[in-house]
């Protein structure tokens, strides 16, 4: 009998960093597909410590309450999943790359970009693999498009037009009352929701811009927006009936969908009850009214980008919009191609003809199109073969579009365009 030339890979064991609603999408990822299995892990929650312990099978004495703990312990993992907040991703992303583990990252990179240049570096110098999840690039509906245009299919990408519709309610859930509201407890929109897509815009075109310029505020969620008669929280609010941005409406509505209770409900309160539900929007952030929060993100913001060639591109990301996939426009010297994260409609100026193209490989399984089981897959593979081709980005490739976005933010702050870090 002829042996397997490609015998099966043990699974990947992980540390998982942060057992949140990030670093639990990709540990759940890893366990499904059987490439991945969660051996150790660090969480300061203790509710969610105990759950992460119970559903991966951690074993007691492998369960921390700080990364430092599990970074002083002895290595029971190859790779660490980092998924803590956006500001606490720098030290232990280095010093698990110090004891060799390989990285997955969570977006943004880090708050700021020294920080950011550390976690690269220290993977360099480690000889570690680092993939920040940029999971964009990874999904089907990407793949298809970023063939459409290496073919030639609309000619020379010479410009686009990009919108995330981050969606009303999201907004005023991750963004207003949560979280992410803070450039100072965690970063400015276009890093924390928006990096995504600054990076998905240089893959697209295959090099970064040369310039960049950038216009956006707060204009709706502050004190003055508030309606007459508002309160400072919604469960006192005589007029939080009609608001848009009721947080009755909104979480009382996510009980018994199991999906809308793991995000956003569980943000608000670990346990999916109407009394629970009430008594968190009472007591807890998430009941504030938006107009009365400590928020200081910008609730839109345009992003226009000029490469060395004279291509142009622009992003606008949006609070006032349904929530839905991004919408994409690339305008070619022979075609023409537009996206709504599902289909692609191909236009050929030669022929006239239009094309509805749907992305290779089926329907998207996960969430983000499918990108963060992609992503998950990738690496795991990357790991278990050391082979580091299998990411889309490494190190330098993440930075440089991270640096993107501080540039796209100075020039935010100084009303005048700015280059781009080479």
């Given amino acids: 009998m002829t042996a397997n030339p490609h015998p099966p890979q043990p699974p990947v064991t992980l540390a998982l960093v942060g057992a949140g609603l990030r670093g639990l999408t990709y540990a759940r990822h890893a366990h499904a597909t059987g490439a991945g299995r969660v051996t150790t892990l660090a969480e300061p929650d203790p509710a969610r410590r105990a759950a992460a312990a119970a559903e991966f099978g951690v074993p007691p004495d492998r369960v921390h309450p700080h990364w430092q703990a599990l970074a002083a ?201 109407p009394a629970a539900v009430r008594e968190a929007l009472r007591t807890g952030p998430y009941g504030r009214c938006v107009y009365a929060c400590d928020n200081d993100a910008a609730d839109h913001q345009v992003v226009a980008m000029e490469f060395a060639d004279g291509a142009t591109a622009t992003f606008t990301v949006s609070a006032f919009t349904p929530m839905g996939d991004r919408r994409t426009r690339l305008f070619g010297t022979h075609g023409h191609i537009e996206g709504d994260g599902a289909t692609l409609r191909v236009t050929d100026f030669r022929t006239g003809r239009e094309e509805l193209v749907t992305p290779a490989g089926g329907s998207p399984q996960g969430g983000h199109g499918g990108g963060d089981l992609a992503l998950t897959e990738a690496f795991l593979a990357a790991v278990a073969t050391g082979d580091g081709d299998l990411l889309l980005s490494g190190p330098r490739t993440s930075l440089a579009t991270h640096c993107l976005v501080w540039a796209a933010e100075r020039a935010r702050a100084l009303g005048a365009p700015v280059d781009v870090p080479r």
């Fill in 73 to 273: 312990a002895d290595r029971h993992a190859d790779a660490a999943i980092i998924a803590t907040q956006d500001r606490m991703h720098t030290d232990p992303a280095v010093a698990l790359a110090a004891t060799g583990h390989h990285l997955l990252v969570e977006k943004p990179m880090a708050a700021e970009e020294p920080e950011a240049e550390r976690i690269a570096v220290a993977a360099e110098r480690h000889g570690v693999l680092l993939a920040v999840c940029h999971v964009l690039r990874y999904t089907p509906y990407t793949r298809t498009l970023k063939a459409l245009l290496d073919e030639g299919r609309i000619g020379r990408l010479v410009g686009a037009e990009h919108l995330e519709p981050v969606g009303w309610w999201h907004f005023a859930h991750s963004f207003v009352r949560g979280n992410w509201r803070r450039s100072d407890t965690s970063g400015p929109l276009l890093l924390t929701k928006a990096c995504h897509d600054l990076d998905w815009l240089v893959h697209l075109f295959g090099r970064s811009p040369a310039t960049v310029m950038s216009h956006g505020r707060r204009t709706h969620f502050r004190p003055e927006g508030a309606p007459p008669g508002a309160a400072a929280r919604c469960t006192d609010c005589a007029v939080e009936p009609d608001c848009p941005y009721s947080a009755p409406r909104l979480y009382l509505d996510c009980l018994g969908d199991p999906r809308r209770e793991f995000w956003p409900l569980s943000a608000v309160t670990p346990e999916p009850t």
